[in-house]
């Protein structure tokens, strides 16, 4: 698939290597990618097209290095390189393909960052379970009986500094991840504006750090949420548990001449 797509490329296009390059290293690195593609060495092609595009910093090649990061795997690097070929405003009959790929990879990113929220979310449940039941272990008391309007009260679960902390923090790290993102894509869009090719991979650098790390901060950030809702659950089910279990409590003790023998919850 990547080999038709490159192809097709080329011929919208309407050149071959030495029609799309001018300089005879750039031809020389452009016909060496087209050999590694066919032999499906995704890795030298990249970084053949890469060597070409450094050379000369054509659009066009934009694209099947894309094409190539794509089947390595390198989907955070391939959505930067189609966009660029896309900010080109190259053939539409192109366009659209990168565009559908760019698409493609950007939901595999989203489907990654997502599935690494779960997964944290659920280890700060399991933390806070395990936490819970070694609170809520029962333990025998003896507790004297209290007027109704003594009754104690159980603080609101919005109240719980465990849960605020968690919902917080996580709020903050989905803000500073969100603001990496777009700074990567500003960085990204200044990436081929720039005179020199070490101003070029500077930017381009640049670019994947922030992006990166606005993605690992979003992902932090919501299983952060994830966990301070479920923290406020079990807050409010242990209140209602605390709730049933005095309004028991009052009714045993009177039974056994004013001293009950309860649970500590």
Not at 88 to 100: L, Q
Request: with cysteine; aromatic share 6%; hydrophobic share 45%.
């Amino acid at each position: 698939m990547v080999l038709s797509l490159a192809s097709l490329m080329l011929s919208l296009a309407f050149a071959g290597p030495g029609q799309l390059l001018s300089n005879p290293e750039a031809q020389a690195k452009l016909r060496e990618a087209q050999a590694a593609f066919e032999a499906e060495d995704f890795q030298a092609a990249a970084a053949a097209v890469e060597a070409a595009y450094i050379i000369e910093p054509e659009p066009m090649l934009l694209y099947p290095w894309a094409q190539a990061e794509r089947s390595l795997g390198n989907c955070s690097a391939a959505v930067e390189l189609y966009q660029q070929f896309l900010d080109s405003d190259p053939a539409e009959e192109v366009a659209t393909i990168a565009r559908d790929n760019r698409d493609t990879c950007q939901e595999q990113l989203d489907e990654d960052a997502a599935a690494a929220a779960a997964a944290e979310a659920e280890i700060i449940e399991d933390e806070i379970i395990e936490d819970d039941v070694i609170e809520d272990e029962p333990a025998p008391v003896v507790a004297s009986v209290t007027p109704k309007d003594d009754e104690p009260k159980a603080k609101a679960w919005y109240t719980d500094p465990v849960g605020g902390a968690l919902v917080g923090v996580g709020v903050v790290g989905v803000g500073v991840g969100a603001g990496l993102m777009g700074a990567g894509s500003g960085a990204a869009r200044k990436a081929g504006d720039q005179g020199t090719h070490n101003g070029y991979l500077g930017e381009r650098d640049r670019a994947t750090g922030l992006r990166n790390g606005g993605a690992i901060a979003l992902s932090i950030g919501g299983a952060l949420i994830v966990g301070g809702v479920v923290r406020y659950l079990l807050v409010a089910k242990k209140n209602k548990s605390q709730a049933t279990a005095w309004h028991v409590a009052p009714g045993l003790s009177r039974r056994w001449s004013g001293v009950s023998i309860g649970r500590r919850f």
